[in-house]
């Protein structure tokens, strides 16, 4: 047991219990056995009953060790982010497997037992790069069911409470993880690490920790600068402290040194773990919201029919994102319709779009209708492939609009809160192929890569629907970039900034206001489109990637659920 760019998460709650089924202790070992990790020593069956082993599918139906984990709950097992993630892709659910119960991870015993994994929830600002806020969850399809071999862990009883607590004490590792002779052990292995304080562990490799260690002390040191400690495949295992009479965990093992000759990681260097009580919040809602995906409850939003391994640039554009909606302006003294901005259908009655898109101090333009179904402006009906293969028609559906809602603080401060949610005279069709809602979040999730959806206001091809690929740049960076022409962006995450990638320059033009950018989201066997964020202004020289501000619709959450709400009682 021991680590290289390991990595290192943990999560949630108080006092002296975990998230388990009620009246089922957490942190109670019930075999009063005595019982890795590089120099470490074997632990004895059920020591750590709480200690988890992920595995990924293979597609030739193998499978093999990755992490480890810990439960937490009947659905819950914390590991580290970077255990779900390969080459920058956020691997489905359907990939892991979780083996509890597991002591010989090659020759499982009668006593553990195998669970499918249906929900994997990365941290929502987990950065791949740095190794920050590397934490996930993964939901099991069944309830896990306790036994002398398998129980829950107690989460760190205070939320963000200061490492002081824990300095210069030891906390014990578990894994199966690159052991004495450079390579996976199968028993499970167990040792103990000194917790370091942040400026003995970044004054010990600079160049190194000053990268991964947090600002805000989000993940910590360990480790005992000999042969004991924590290697490859020990990631996402956790720090487990005694404290009265229970176990609680402190951290998820997230990332090492290589040694001098790379091989392998560097077991005399001190490794960060994901400190726990950073996260209890965010690990107690998503656990509240593991029925709740879809802020509106509309469970057949956002559909995709494709698996979901099948990258966003191969699926057909027709029919792909039938929420992808058009508004409809008239002028005062003309009676032609003009279309100047998008939105997304996020329910039948409603649209969602960018907020200067309806604000009539700044065009005499009236906003008469939303169009839905469309993807060529310029024949109806339109004709494409469904996913079936089979050509199909379909026509557009042009409804009015009844209410405008603008949030209370569009502008203010310039440029922020720009979002307005719009209802419609009658519940638009969904019964029709090309219209169809998107889902919105409850909580946000990690995604690397993100998908627009729009037409664009200029360039070749603008009367078609179009997508691109954007990637979430860094928010200072793009904050920095709109202080150079004086635009002032939120630090509050209200905003969000994204950069394409166009195979020609040609491709190079603006969406309108108001395209939605969404994900795919892999829950309970079902591939669905969730919205991240509405298009809301670019970089007034459009060059090859080029940085546009998004709105980010998560943080309007409980505005939009209220109106529509109240709106639909």
């Not at 108080?14 to 470490?40: E, M, R």
């Not at 009655?349 to 009236?366: E, N, P, Q, W």
């Not at 401060?413 to 019964?431: C, E, G, I, Q």
Request: net charge neutral; glycine share 6%.
């Amino acid at each position: 047991m021991w680590v290289i760019p390991v990595f290192a998460l943990l999560l949630m709650v108080s006092a002296n219990y975990s998230s388990a089924a009620k009246g089922v202790p957490c942190g109670q070992k019930q075999l009063t056995f005595l019982a890795y990790i590089y120099k470490g020593n074997a632990a004895l069956e059920a020591e750590w009953p709480w200690h988890a082993a992920v595995f990924r599918k293979q597609s030739n139906g193998g499978e093999d060790y990755i992490c480890g984990g810990s439960v937490i709950s009947e659905n819950f097992v914390l590991t580290a982010a970077h255990c779900t993630v390969s080459f920058r892709m956020s691997l489905s659910a359907d990939n892991f497997l979780v083996k509890l119960g597991l002591h010989n991870k090659s020759y499982p015993s009668e006593h553990s037992r195998t669970h499918e994994v249906v929900e994997v929830i990365r941290h929502d600002s987990f950065n791949i790069n740095n190794l920050r806020n590397d934490i996930a969850l993964l939901r099991t399809e069944e309830d896990i069911t306790f036994s002398d071999y398998i129980q829950p862990i107690c989460l760190w009883p205070v939320e963000k409470s200061e490492l002081n607590s824990i300095l210069s004490s030891r906390g014990t590792v578990a894994g199966w993880g690159v052991g004495d002779e450079y390579k996976l052990v199968d028993i499970l292995q167990q040792a103990t690490l000194s917790v370091v304080d942040y400026a003995t562990c970044l004054k010990s490799k600079p160049e190194h920790f000053s990268k991964l260690l947090s600002d805000d002390k989000s993940n910590f040191c360990a480790g005992n600068q000999n042969m004991t400690n924590v290697c490859d495949g020990d990631s996402g295992g956790g720090m487990y402290f005694k404290i009265d009479n229970a176990w609680y965990i402190r951290g998820i093992v997230s990332a090492g040194a290589r040694s001098e000759t790379g091989r392998r990681c560097d077991p005399q260097q001190f490794v960060t773990f994901t400190d726990i009580p950073y996260y209890l919040r965010w690990i107690s809602q998503h656990q509240e919201n593991v029925k709740k995906r879809n802020l509106l409850n509309l469970g057949s939003c956002g559909l995709d029919s494709y698996n979901i391994t099948i990258p966003e640039s191969k699926k057909s554009v027709f029919l792909q994102y039938p929420w992808t909606a058009m508004l409809e302006f008239k002028m005062e003294s003309s009676p032609s319709i003009q279309t100047i901005c998008n939105g997304a259908l996020i329910h039948p009655r409603f649209v969602i779009t960018a907020g200067h898109c309806v604000d009539s101090s700044i065009r005499k333009l009236k906003l008469k209708s939303v169009r839905l179904g469309e993807f060529n402006l310029k024949t109806n009906p339109d004709s494409g492939k469904s996913f079936s293969g089979e050509t199909v028609s379909t026509t557009t559906q042009s409804i009015d609009v009844e209410k405008v809602f603008k949030h209370p603080q569009f502008n203010s401060p310039r440029y922020d809160n720009n979002v307005a949610l719009l209802k419609l005279k009658h519940p638009a069709d969904a019964t029709r192929s090309n219209v169809k809602p998107i889902c919105l979040p409850t909580l946000e999730d990690y995604n690397e890569i993100y998908t627009i959806s729009g037409w664009r206001r200029v360039g070749r091809q603008s009367h078609i629907l179009k997508r691109d690929t954007a990637l979430l740049e860094d928010h200072e960076k793009c904050r920095s970039i709109y202080g150079k022409i004086n635009i002032s962006l939120s630090s509050d995450g209200n905003q969000i900034c994204g950069t394409y990638y166009h195979e020609n320059v040609h491709d190079c033009f603006h969406f309108m206001s108001g395209a939605p950018l969404q994900y795919v989201k892999n829950a309970d066997r079902k591939n669905q489109y969730f919205l991240k964020g509405l298009f809301s202004f670019g970089f007034p020289k459009c060059q090859l990637n080029y940085t546009d501000v998004f709105i980010n619709i998560n943080r309007y959450a409980q505005w939009i659920a209220s109106i529509v709400m109240d709106e639909e009682a």
